[in-house]
């Protein structure tokens, strides 16, 4: 049924999006904390420039 | 469990959104380019008796050195040997294998610290760790260009840009844990080795589980593959192998990649001690770390937007901006060292360095362009060898260089000049050997199953 097919496709989709997110952010976040970490280790050369 | 691994078992379904296997490949990448950190721990392996300081029997820093030369041998080799291997049996076996030699690397290499055996820390992080390397390194490659044939370069650009992405968690990560874990009788390092391989196992399977291939024949919704006229180094035939090492474009892009990672391994591996030197006086120690730590985001960064724009202007194209700027970067260092001024120094440096991040990212795409699609990972781990060469070459030619000059009465803020000289030489043997790249003929093309575009037919031959 039509109506059935879009409620599976839906959830599928939603799924998706929240498999998407979650892959995105446990690759993203230590990333992110280790760019942030270097930063903040860069600005003594800013400093001393 | 060898079967649910294999790649029959992770043909994607219809509809899959390949923006999930960037992540994958990501957290492949992130694990293993910790390698770039290893010298966090040089000074605490050097007092794990004496923990305090060092006393008689503690290991010595060159004795530590080798866990790295090591490690990067074992990593040309390993993607040498097992490229045709990962190839075959698809990115989910080969991830585990890889995530498996990465974290046992860690544990044995721990174990060795405990019990104070050198050779186990040469075995587990060097060899077994380096094997993990090599094939963690090129499991994504094959994955992503099947995924992504319109953004080749930029596929494969963010994978490796995850290497250079470990570096700046990896070592961040393991200053927390030792500090966490030193106590007046240790240096926390064995506990921080333990931790980290099995953070790294964990997060390495976790990609590896996450691995989909794309159906035989599947393309990007609209994409049509451009015609051999409208991208002439763009084969749509595939080259085995065995037969790409015997074609001169193999060997030419070799010395592209060995010129261009020994010019940026060298400036890479003496930052901290060069900037120190050159503005003696006005760099401390605290901020020649920073520059060390900014050369690790040029080279991160370098990665993606370089690859990406090779998806624009053409992988040659790329090369040769990497080497007709090089050399002029490199010409131009000891000029900004004498002018005193750190900016433009610190500038060139690090443009230089987003050079050779750009060099390793765009090489998957390069090798897809020339020898096809198909056998791309087992291609590319031959290719590898050429960092291992550069790992070799690069360091020992500028510790040498520099040492000449110095011995020879060269102020120490000028011994690297003539470094920088021979760099450039170097990035100009590499412009005229990518200049030399054209299409590979026609009698090296894989004719058994008239291939289609990508590499499809070929897919389906590996699942029959």
Partial sequence: ?49 | MAGYLGREQIIARPGFNRWLIPPCALATHLCIGQAYALSVFNLPLTRQLGVAKPIAGDWRLTQLGWIFTLAIVSLGLSAALFGKWVQSEGPRKSGVVAASCWGLGFLVGALGIHLHQLWLLYLGYGVLGGCGLGIGYITPVSTLIAWFPDRRGMSTGMAIMGFGGGALIASPLSDFLMRHFASPTSTGVAQTWVVLGIVYLAFMLGGAFGYRVPAPGWKPEGWVAPSDKAQALVTRYNVTPADAIRTPQFWLLWVVLCFNVTAGIGVLGQASAMIQEVFKGRINASAAAGFVGLLGLFNMAGRFLWASFSDKIGRKATYMCFFALGTALYALVPLAGKSGSVALFAACVCLIISMYGGGFATIPAYLADVFGTKYVSAVHGRLLTAWSAAGVFGPVLVNYIRQFQVDHGIPKNEAYNVTMYVMAGLLVIGFFANLAVKPVADRYHEHSDSIGAHGARGDRRVMA
């Fill in chain 1, 1 to 49: 049924m039509p109506t059935y097919d879009k409620t599976n496709n839906g959830t599928a989709r939603a799924h998706e999006t929240v498999m998407l997110a979650l892959a995105w952010l446990a690759v993203g976040v230590p990333l992110l904390w280790g760019i942030v970490e270097t930063l903040k280790k860069a600005m003594a050369l800013f400093g001393a420039a």
